[in-house]
């Protein structure tokens, strides 16, 4: 290497951003993932020993430390180390790797260790054409994934690769990263008598929320472009620090986990009756974009399976302001997807119209049974094959009731609709408790059972089944 070049990269690495700068070159350095990077824990062991004992796959959102443990490793093997960025290669620079490692484990018996960043960014047949040489041992692969390794890379790839979750940083973590940044006088800014009062310092931890890079790259917005002062220190105030980090970008792809999380969240927090919980993802979902009609299908959704007869306005209430949506849109839109969500969350719940998934169940179990004669359309059959004979009207009855079969004979005393004691659905319980009694003392019924509620996952399992053909 000659002058010229060993300067220029030395004036790169000094006037590259402070988040590389600040990269830790070892484990000692490395703040955070104490879950899987302790002392004594399985990773670290393995890091310190160079001694991968397969491939790897660290998943985490952004600014958690997986591009830099993967620097860590490369700085502490005796393995040659590759980087690959997914977004960039394809399988023609996946080649050539691998035909390198080839080469250099038949010459020297090198070992290489590849590191792929963003793998889910590869699609099927780029992750399919990494699999045999992880097999065979041609390198030991590192991935980095933002998204759920478990949906977003192939299975055969997971199963042959030891999966890492890393974790946000902690508020002291980021603390601690950002002190060491103003106290280093090597990477950081120990040379320039960097002073951050208190309450800017927790305003940058609070809203990088748990992302190293983003904490230190506002910490650098906020020195680079403030004014030394007389005696030539740089105080950062709070206002400084709002403006270096405005507005947090929230991690939120619409087809990653981060999407299928926070609806998940917003539902259960509905559904658990916490209208503020509520009101916070629906904050993030639409601060971070998501489509407002996909909320509002969630909350129709949402208003019969949890809602149900608890409170029959709360269906009412979502489809109203799905309509309504649709007449303004954003922002003032957000007002009646706002009513409809505190609506629901206030609501007596009922869950009673997943009984709906009884009867579908004993259908399956069964079979279905033959409409009673007098339950038949009579406008085709009645006169010729007696369709629709000995049907009572209900309505020429003072009560509107009257007991008479409406199931098949073999399930008459089987009853699938439990009533809830909530909300309107209590004024239900006793009168049926009638109708049904007298309908087995009409038809000489003495069985009654009601069936036992099915579990959720009961129910997704049948949801999963459930594909009417229109034909039965």
Known sequence: MDLFTHAMQKRMKDESPLAARMRPRNLDEFVGQEHILGPGKLLRRAIEADRLFSSIILWGPPGTGKTTLAMVIANLTKSHFVTLSAVLAGKAELRVVIDAALERRKLYGTKTILFVDEVHRWNKAQQDALLPHVENGTFTLIGATTENPYFEVIGALVSRSRVFQLHPLTDSETRKILESAISDPERGYGKRAVRVDENAMEHLIRIAGGDARNALNALELAVESTLPQEDGSIQITLEVAQESIQRRAVLYDKDGDAHYDTISAFIKSVRGSDPDAALYWLAKML????????????????????????????????????????????????????????????????????????????????????VPQHLQDDNRDGRALGHGKSYQYPHENPEHFLPQQYLPRPLLGTYFYRPSSQGYEAEVVERLKRWRAAQRLALGVQRDETLPELSQDQIDEIKHRHKPSGVI
């Open 287 to 370: 601060y971070a974009g998501e489509d407002p009609r996909f909320i509002l299908r969630r909350l129709i959704i949402l208003s019969g399976e949890d809602i149900g007869l608890g409170d029959p306005l709360g269906l009412l209430v979502a489809s109203a302001a799905a309509q309504a949506f649709d007449y303004i849109g954003l922002p003032e839109g957000i007002y009646p997807i706002v009513e409809a969500t505190l609506y629901l969350a206030t609501a007596p719940k009922s869950n009673s119209a997943g009984a709906y998934f009884k009867a579908f169940q004993r259908i399956e179990q069964e079979g279905v049974g033959g």
